[in-house]
């Protein structure tokens, strides 16, 4: 219970990090690893075991690897891809296909919406995406990712509760 609890602080704040360090070419390593925190997050409220934190790693180590070897940004979609469908195995052995594939769906379309909102209500997805990489400006950005951590956290408990009478036996 300990790890789960560490686990999702970890996630929630990992977006301060961007403030910390400056990345530079290490872009890569810090969007792996926020990926794989996005998983494990994920994790943790569906069904956490060692084999599925192991897969996550494996699926998101090319764009690890991109910040050294840049090529291997050529999977990236192929990264994404595999992650939902990892997701969904997870949330499938939980709810049963159909209502597998709904929640990893409603859980992603939650986020999405709430930081839509909080767009169009702040303008702080836009400053973060004009502002980028830029070293001088880096809070929107955290913020950013904070926000939608913080969203897809809460989206995943949400749906749990709301899912618990679809669970298998």
């Known amino acids: 219970m300990k790890l789960k609890v560490f686990l999702l602080l970890l996630f929630l704040f990992y977006g301060v990090v961007w403030l910390v360090v400056p990345w530079g070419s290490l872009v890569g390593l810090f969007f792996g690893v926020y990926v ?13 075991s060692k084999v599925r934190v192991g897969l996550a790693f494996l699926a998101v180590l090319p764009l690890v690897v991109s910040s050294v070897f840049p090529p291997a940004l050529v ?11 990892l997701m969904w195995y997870v949330a499938a052995r939980r709810f049963g296909i159909l209502w597998g594939f709904l929640y990893v769906v409603s859980v992603h379309m939650f986020a999405a919406v709430a930081m839509a909102l909080t767009d169009l209500v702040t303008g702080l997805a836009t400053r973060a995406n004009m502002v ?18 913080a969203y897809f956290v809460t989206a995943n408990v949400v749906a ?6 679809f669970e298998k036996g």
């Open 160 to 165: 749990v509760r709301l899912y618990k009478r």
């Open 132 to 149: 980028g990489l830029n070293p001088y400006e880096r809070v929107d950005v955290a913020i950013f990712l904070t926000l939608s951590s």
């Open 36 to 48: 794989w925190l996005w998983v494990l997050a994920f994790l943790v409220v569906v069904g956490f």
């Open 75 to 85: 999977v990236a979609p192929f990264v994404l891809l595999f992650v939902f469908v």
